[in-house]
């Protein structure tokens, strides 16, 4: 069963009430209907304020207006005209105990799909061949993953592309220093060490960085040899995403693989297209544009620059290329990118750019995010002042993760090494995942495996004692009918419905984090319930039936809000 979530359902009732009462029409957006914070009020509508300025009349008679006008068949009980003109809603007894009954077995929860879904290209990851994950690459991977898997699920396509560094002058320096010092496959362990070794010559030893230079002319041109050592060190880089990426439960994969590589042959076309729209002028030997609007801190303009004065095309013409490949070849409607947030002016600029281009026409987005910190504020680093090896952290949290598994799981070896995983990883995404992605965080193992707050690790274990529940209760008895008796049942069933808002808001915001806030504020509802109402000793057949319907539409709930930020929720821990 699929149906409009509480607030929509009541919006577009309030929006007809009004135009009845008032001979207005509004958009259900307009009906400004939210969740209350105030206790004995589920619902309430703010619209009375805005459209008493616009109707010149006292938004309490408004209000009142439209509260007369209601048809709310049984939804809620005629709303109370409160304060200055808020219109609260108390959810009907009946209707809340047959709505919450629905979800059960429904695998979108109510949920329905998108009815004019869009063709969206997501750029996250983006990694450099020739170097390790670290830790600076966890942000988009995790954050890009989590907001596919949303988008997908709310019925848009998602063509997830990994723009990764593969083309450049980088790539003459490594690989006239691996001709120089090896003819076979470097593992990528060698690989890290090998791109500063190349760097020092580069720096240091001015015959080298002119056999470079030339080096990279002979890849830009088609080199034969040239390409043959370049793609061995694109493989055996790819072969080390794959691995991280399957450690860290993302999804991307070798076919989504769109590097900077791939849009060196549009890069000539691009200079081509803007000079022909009268975009770009030379500065300083440099092909520019200049998009308006955009100066430094002197009031001069700020360039874009597209192709360099030695005829070399830079980061901004590739991204050019990104977004005209994506709009005219594949059809995309909607160009997504995270990118951590320096990036954002750089973005602005691309995107203005490409719409004077009429290249882009939809909506495009720059999704930033913040720094991960260590706990001195900054960066967050070794020891050693080194960047921190994505690989070496999520090895670090399976281990911490198998420690605080192993003080109360009953699991076999084999079973605690499963869940250890799931809870480590789970807990270094959810940590990412759980604040604004704007702001920085301080990465602390034991806040993020702590089994209180806002974890996953509590998000787990309180999935993992709804299935001791029902595994305890013999399984999950038939029907629907959900009997809602007690305060704490009813504050879980009206938290269980409101599933549907927290992902349309972490959907159309880009904000995984109100998905966990929400899953969150789930799993905090049912300890309450767990606490208060008596489930399998349940003083009648009936409500131990009911008790263990809502047991069972938190289970379907955790599990499925944790799927879609890409994290596991194990039956048992």
């Known amino acids: 069963m699929q149906t409009a979530d ?3 359902e009541l919006a577009r009732r309030v929006v007809a009430a009004a135009g009845r009462a008032l001979a207005v029409e509004l958009t259900p957006e307009q009906a400004l209907v939210q969740a209350s914070p105030r206790e004995g009020v589920d619902y309430q509508a703010n619209l009375a304020m805005s459209l008493g300025k616009t109707l010149g009349r006292p938004p309490r008679e408004v209000a009142g207006l439209i ?7 049984g939804i809620a009980d005629p709303p109370e005209v409160a304060g200055p003109g808020f219109l609260n809603f108390v959810l009907r ?6 709505r919450t009954g629905a979800l059960l077995g ?11 879904p869009r063709r969206i290209a997501l750029d996250y990851s983006s990694p450099n061949v020739a170097k390790e994950m670290h830790v600076g690459h966890l ?32 790539f003459g320096m490594l690989i006239e220093h691996l001709l ?22 580069f720096d240091s030893d001015e015959a080298f960085a002119t056999r470079a230079r030339t080096r990279v002319v002979k890849l830009q041109s088609g080199d034969e040899d040239t390409l043959a050592v370049w793609q061995e060190l694109v493989d055996e880089s790819t072969r080390h995403f794959d691995e991280v990426y399957a450690l860290l439960g993302i999804s991307l994969t070798d076919k989504d693989i769109y590097g900077e590589s791939f849009y060196n042959r549009y890069l000539a076309t691009v200079v081509d297209d803007l000079e022909a729209a009268r975009l770009t002028e030379v500065s300083d030997g440099a092909v520019c544009v200049f998009p308006e609007g955009f100066r430094n801190r002197e009031g001069d303009r700020l360039p874009l620059i597209v192709r360099k004065r030695d005829s070399g095309y830079g980061y901004a013409a590739t991204d050019l290329a990104t977004v005209r490949y994506w709009t005219a070849e594949r059809g995309a409607t909607d160009l997504l990118y995270v990118v951590g947030t320096p990036q954002a002016q750089h973005f602005a600029m691309v995107f203005a ?13 720059h999704i930033g995010f913040g720094t991960v910190l260590g706990a001195d504020g900054k960066a967050m680093r070794t020891r050693a002042g080194e960047t921190v090896k994505l690989v070496d952290l999520l090895t670090e949290a399976v281990a911490q993760a198998a420690a605080v598994v192993a003080e109360r799981s009953e699991l076999d070896a084999t079973g605690q090494a499963e869940v250890a995983r799931a809870v480590g990883v789970g807990a270094v995404k959810y940590a990412d995942l759980s604040g604004d992605r704007e702001r920085d965080y301080v990465f602390a193992w034991d806040r993020m495996l702590a089994k209180e707050g806002n974890t996953s690790v509590y998000l787990q274990y309180a999935h993992a004692r709804t299935q001791s529940l029902l595994r305890k209760a013999g399984g999950l008895p038939e029907g629907t009918q959900v009997v809602l008796e007690a305060p704490a049942e009813r504050a879980l069933a009206l938290k269980l419905l409101r599933f549907g808002e927290a992902l349309n808001a972490a959907t159309s915001g880009y ?11 789930t799993a905090v509802a049912f300890s309450r319930f767990f606490e208060e109402c008596p489930v399998l000793k349940a003083s009648s057949p009936e409500l131990r039936a009911s008790r263990l319907r809502l047991t069972s539409v938190t289970s379907q709930t955790l599990t499925l809000g944790l799927s879609l930020l890409g994290i596991e929720a194990p039956e048992r821990l």
Not at 67 to 73: M, T
Not at 106 to 116: H, I, M
Not at 511 to 521: N, V
Request: glycine share 8%; proline share 6%.
């Open 106 to 116: 429904d695998p979108r929860l109510g949920v329905p799909e998108a009815t004019a």
């Open 511 to 521: 904000a995984p984090h109100k998905l966990c806030t929400y899953l969150y504020e």
């Open 139 to 170: 942000r988009s991977s995790v954050i890009g993953d989590a907001l596919v898997r949303l988008l997908r699920f709310a019925g848009h396509e998602v063509l997830p592309h990994n723009h990764l560094g593969d083309w450049g002058t980088p």
């Open 93 to 98: 007894k009946e209707w809340l105990e047959a």
């Open 353 to 365: 750019t490409c719409r004077a281009a009429g290249w882009l026409t939809g909506p495009a987005a």
């Open 180 to 201: 120089d010092v090896s003819s076979g496959q470097r593992s990528i362990a060698d690989l890290d060490a090998f791109y500063r070794e190349a760097r020092q010559k």
């Open 6 to 8: 509480v607030t929509e």
């Open 67 to 73: 509260a007369g006008s209601l048809e709310l068949d």
